[in-house]
């Protein structure tokens, strides 16, 4: 009997059964790589330094999706920006941000912020665009990040979430994101 669609080939529940799992089990282990190439980790070192994240965390996000980051978006909350009259992001976080080297910078801001007077404070960012507002519905979330992210022609296990609430964190569920970051990490912000 040949096994259908879906059908990952394991061993089959006839006699003997123990040995074909004891096989296939062995042949499975055969196939899958013990370690990482030095290689590989050295690219996903440095990888990891340009996004300006730690190695831990791109080595996580990187297993779970098997993709690479090509994009960060960041909430007005996780730049620091909240008031209108003074859209700029402060140094600490521009430095950091002006660092990130080989992805897409983007924004979204909350209201009041406008978020053409953010962009136009910060060069630094390649695109700011509005947050969904806190009365959309999760799909309306869903369908405002979802065109938000491939107006940038990305999909969203490509980009890395960084916020700093827990209504930003849904984000990264709603966009399918490659995961969420909280702001104070990805800073380096104590307390």
């Given at each position: 009997m040949i096994p259908g669609i879906g059908h990952n080939q394991g061993p089959s529940l006839e006699r003997g059964r123990r040995w074909r799992s004891f096989q296939w089990q062995k042949a499975r282990e055969a196939?899958?790589?013990?370690?990482?190439?030095?290689?590989?980790?050295?690219?996903?070192?440095?990888?990891?330094r340009e996004l300006g994240l730690d190695y831990k965390a791109y080595a996580a996000i990187r297993q779970a999706?098997?993709?690479?980051?090509?994009?960060?978006?960041?909430?007005?909350n996780a730049l620091r920006v909240f008031r209108a009259d003074t859209p700029e992001i402060p140094l600490p976080e521009a430095g950091v941000l002006n660092a990130?080297?080989?992805?897409?910078?983007?924004?979204l801001v909350h209201r009041p912020l406008g978020p053409d007077a953010v962009h136009a404070a910060n060069p630094?960012?390649?695109?700011?665009?509005?947050?969904?507002?806190?009365?959309?519905?999760?799909?309306?979330?869903?369908?405002?990040?979802?065109?938000?992210v491939q107006a940038?022609?990305?999909?969203?296990?490509?980009?890395?979430?960084?916020?700093?609430?827990?209504?930003?964190?849904?984000?990264?569920?709603?966009?399918?994101?490659?995961?969420?970051?909280?702001?104070?990490?990805?800073?380096?912000?104590?307390?």
């Amino acid at each position: 009997m040949i096994p259908g669609i879906g059908h990952n080939q394991g061993p089959s529940l006839e006699r003997g059964r123990r040995w074909r799992s004891f096989q296939w089990q062995k042949a499975r282990e055969a196939a899958m790589p013990k370690a990482i190439p030095l290689m590989v980790v050295r690219m996903r070192v440095t990888r990891a330094r340009e996004l300006g994240l730690d190695y831990k965390a791109y080595a996580a996000i990187r297993q779970a999706t098997g993709r690479d980051i090509l994009a960060l978006l960041f909430s007005s909350n996780a730049l620091r920006v909240f008031r209108a009259d003074t859209p700029e992001i402060p140094l600490p976080e521009a430095g950091v941000l002006n660092a990130v080297t080989g992805a897409q910078k983007l924004a979204l801001v909350h209201r009041p912020l406008g978020p053409d007077a953010v962009h136009a404070a910060n060069p630094v960012l390649d695109q700011v665009g509005p947050a969904p507002k806190f009365t959309d519905s999760w799909t309306q979330m869903r369908d405002h990040l979802t065109a938000s992210v491939q107006a940038r022609n990305l999909v969203g296990d490509q980009v890395l979430i960084i916020g700093d609430t827990g209504l930003e964190r849904d984000w990264s569920a709603a966009a399918r994101a490659a995961g969420y970051l909280e702001a104070g990490r990805y800073f380096g912000r104590t307390g």
